[in-house]
């Protein structure tokens, strides 16, 4: 962002704890986030140290019950942090999607035993954690995974490779999807693998177009001997938890696409309002005001939409098809919004010295990742229109 500062978003949040924790929030992103993110993000480095704190802030827990250390907050309030953090650093606010997203199962499906031993120091204790469903040639189409999990008494023991993980290689634990059964869904089981089992490596970390100081990797299980205390729900039931919790956290891409579009909003107004041309503000030009009327209408509208879909998660009721149509809209938006900031911003969009570059080079993995936006249309058709003639 430029020396012009940033105007907070007008956040309607249903109590003041969720005020005082948006102030918390904001603070911090403005001291410890947003002034690295440009260099560290350009040098490729991985912000561990900010996962600690965030952990340390409680951060880490919010939309997790309180008995197990959780923050005990709405996602209506969760995503709205989710937005704030992205918008000061993608890496830190998927980060934490990503996090929150590999305690699901756990948090869901795991024993009242397992949810005791694991969940506090997974909530608050400063690890990071990771989801493993993804393979090299299992994306789209999860039914088909191979990795498998062989049963020899009490003890489970994994072989194969997962592919696209993020935090692959720095995460101090795994939710691991693996083959059970037969093949197809019905044949897959959930496990929490430690990030330091004998057996499991992961390679370098993948050259991405952006996000460059998260790490994407694929793993690979050699023998991972995993106790079948660590088993998360029943064999066979890993296929639903997968499915579960990819829908909440569509709605997590969603919320960090919207903090991506803000963020590019923000440096377009700003911009805009002081370069001269012709002895005026470009931001005079009434084609430049149309673009960012545009902009901003399409970033409030995606923000209803996500926390629209979030109500009804909150409220206990079905979102499947409003967190798919959240996700497809939200990344679909922060892409158009990044590339019209780099075309507001002209020649200085292009360089390295503004972040509206980086901003849309981030925004276009939004549209990929958890569910690329053409699986999220074919979700959302089977909600309106049923399932498709075989």
């Known amino acids: 962002m430029t020396e012009y500062g940033i105007q907070p978003v007008d956040r309607r949040l249903p109590t003041e704890e969720a005020h005082a924790l948006m102030t918390l929030v904001r603070e911090l992103t403005e001291r410890e986030i947003r002034p690295l993110a440009a260099e560290e993000e350009d040098a490729g480095h991985f912000p561990r140290e ?15 019950a309180e008995e197990f250390g959780g923050g005990d907050q709405p996602y209506e309030v969760y995503l709205q942090v989710l937005e704030e953090l992205a918008a ?15 305690c699901h199962a756990l948090a869901g499906y795991g024993s009242k035993e397992q949810r005791a031993e694991h969940l506090p120091a997974m909530l608050g204790g400063g690890l990071l954690g990771a989801y493993c469903l993804s393979e090299p040639a299992s994306g789209s189409d999860a039914a088909s995974l191979t990795t498998r999990a ?7 023991t994994l072989n194969g490779t997962k592919a696209w993980i993020t935090h692959g290689g720095v995460a101090d634990f795994y939710t691991v999807l693996a083959r059970t059964g037969s093949s197809g869904s019905h044949g897959i089981t959930a496990f929490l693998v430690p990030g330091d089992a004998e057996g499991l490596s992961a390679a370098q970390p993948e050259r991405k177009m952006g996000m460059k100081g998260s790490p994407t990797a694929q793993l690979h299980f050699d023998g991972v001997r995993v106790p079948d205390s660590r088993r998360l ?12 919790a990819l829908e909440s956290g569509r709605l997590g891409i969603a919320a960090c696409a919207i903090g991506v579009a803000q963020a590019a909003l923000d440096e377009a107004l700003a911009y805009t309002a002081t370069r001269r041309q012709f002895g005026r503000p470009i931001a005079d030009f009434q084609g430049l005001r149309f673009m960012l009327a545009d ?11 996500y926390l629209s879909a979030a109500r009804l998660r909150d409220a206990g009721l079905p979102f499947s098809k409003e967190a798919a149509m959240a996700k497809l809209f939200c990344t679909d938006t922060a892409m158009r919004v990044t590339t019209d900031a780099v075309q507001l911003l002209g020649g200085y ?3 390295l010295d503004f972040p509206a570059e980086r901003y849309m080079r981030e925004a276009k993995v939004l549209q990929i990742v958890e569910g690329t936006n053409q699986i999220q ?3 959302i058709a089977r909600h309106l229109a049923g399932p498709e003639s075989r």
């Open 88 to 102: 000061a650093r993608l890496t830190v606010g998927l980060g934490v999607s990503v996090h929150t997203l590999s």
């Open 233 to 244: 729900g029943e064999e066979g039931q890993g296929f639903p938890i997968a499915l579960s």
């Open 377 to 379: 249309r074919m979700v």
């Open 349 to 351: 969009g292009y360089t």
């Open 150 to 156: 062989t049963r020899d008494g009490d003890t489970w």
């Open 295 to 305: 902009m901003a209408t399409q970033v409030e509208a995606g923000r209803a939409l």
């Open 50 to 64: 900010t996962f600690r704190l965030l952990s340390e802030a409680g951060l880490l827990s919010l939309p997790f």
